[in-house]
Nanobody, 125 residues
Framework: QVQLVESGGGLVQAGGSLRLSCAASGLFRFSNYDMGWFRQAPGKERELVAAIRGNGVPYYADSLKGRFIISRDNAKNSAYLQMSSLKVEDTAVYYC??????????????????WGQGTQVTVSS
């Protein structure tokens, strides 16, 4: 049974930083999976923040390039999202997700099979 557990969310002032972590368990080989970070604000659809292939190649939503960095440690079955220069509009529940690697990196929610429970990130002004 695959499980994803996020951690690292919280309350931060605008301009601050947070680092989210996602630990996966129950997988035969973590490196065979793309890992994505999504977020969902109240009343809005879930959107991709960043994704990373099993070999470490990242993909970022255009609007977030330069502020967020995604990484992974296949030896630890973990992925991370370093968020900097946070803005009030970054406030959302952040989810990590896992999907088997394919020809191209997965960037939509429906392409991911497994999801964490989410962690709240609140950015105050």
């Amino acid at each position: 049974q695959v499980q994803l557990v996020e951690s690292g969310g919280g309350l931060v002032q605008a301009g601050g930083s947070l680092r989210l972590s996602c630990a996966a368990s129950g997988l035969f080989r973590f490196s065979n999976y793309d890992m994505g970070w999504f977020r969902q604000a109240p009343g809005k659809e879930r959107e991709l923040v960043a994704a990373i292939r099993g070999n470490g190649v990242p993909y970022y939503a255009d609007s977030l390039k330069g502020r967020f960095i995604i990484s992974r440690d296949n030896a630890k079955n973990s992925a991370y999202l370093q968020m900097s220069s946070l803005k009030v509009e970054d406030t959302a529940v952040y989810y990590c997700a896992l999907g088997p690697s394919g020809v191209r990196i997965r960037i939509t929610p429906k392409e991911y099979n497994y999801w964490g429970q989410g962690t709240q990130v609140t950015v105050s002004s």
